[in-house]
């Protein structure tokens, strides 16, 4: 049971390139979530999806978009990377709408943008 | 009124000692209140929650104190270890929610 899968674990990227980073579930669980973590700002939430073909905007979505063809896929994309995005991402999945519901994360991709 | 306010940033204990985290919050709809802990390189884990209608929750040396009429609620790591050293985020949540309120961290050494 792989959990919440994360690929890549590293990414190094120019201004102004793309990318797209996946995050693979096997939990069969509704909802899925970006993060992402810099020093001293916490985990702040990006895009997520309450299930399959949707999505919504986090804290911070300026930059980002994101795609849930699959329900077990969540794809995060950057179109024009910037420094700005160097960061830590994290991909969270849980089962349902329920607050009391237990997050489980993946192992995180550490993004550079030079 | 849908933050959630962590104190300290970092936190150093010596092996033995106790580990105090504080977190607090204004939304009253909050029902639900997580810690998840993070070592480096991994992402977040549950460690410990809480419900409103309960003041106390203890599972080992974690034990969560919740304070209704204050609006806050703590971690306290007791006989605190090198292996607890990791980030430690609060988190809230309200009935049926799409998401959780992160806390900003706190990242805790503790050395021997």
């Known amino acids: 049971n792989a959990g919440v899968t994360q690929t890549p674990k590293f990414r190094v990227l120019k201004t102004g390139q793309s990318m797209t980073l996946l995050c693979a579930q096997d939990?069969?669980?509704?909802?899925m979530y970006w993060y992402r973590q810099d020093p001293g700002m916490g985990l702040r939430l990006i895009h997520y999806?309450?299930?399959?073909?949707?999505?919504a905007k986090g804290e911070v979505p300026d930059g980002y978009n994101v795609s849930r063809l699959k329900k077990q896929n969540f794809l995060l994309g950057l179109e024009s990377a910037a420094p700005s995005q160097t960061s830590v991402y994290f991909c969270?999945?849980?089962?349902?709408?329920?607050?009391?519901?237990?997050?489980?994360f993946g192992s995180g991709t550490q993004l550079s943008v030079l | 009124q849908q933050q959630v306010k962590q104190s300290p940033q970092s936190l150093i204990v010596q092996k033995g000692g106790i580990s105090i985290i504080n977190c607090a919050y204004e939304n009253t709809a909050f029902d639900y209140f997580p810690w998840y802990q993070q070592f480096p390189g991994k992402g977040p884990a549950l460690l410990i929650a809480i419900r409103p209608d309960v003041s106390e929750k203890k599972e080992g040396r974690f034990t969560i104190s919740f304070n209704k009429s204050a609006k806050q609620f703590s971690l306290h790591i007791m006989d605190s270890q090198p292996g607890d050293s990791a980030t430690y985020f609060c988190a809230a949540s309200i009935p049926l929610a799409d998401k959780l309120i992160f806390g900003t961290g706190t990242r805790l050494q503790v050395f021997p």
């Open positions: 939990m069969n669980h509704e909802y």
């Open positions: 999806s309450v299930g399959e073909g949707t999505t």
């Open positions: 969270a999945s849980r089962r349902s709408d329920r607050g009391r519901e237990k997050l489980f």
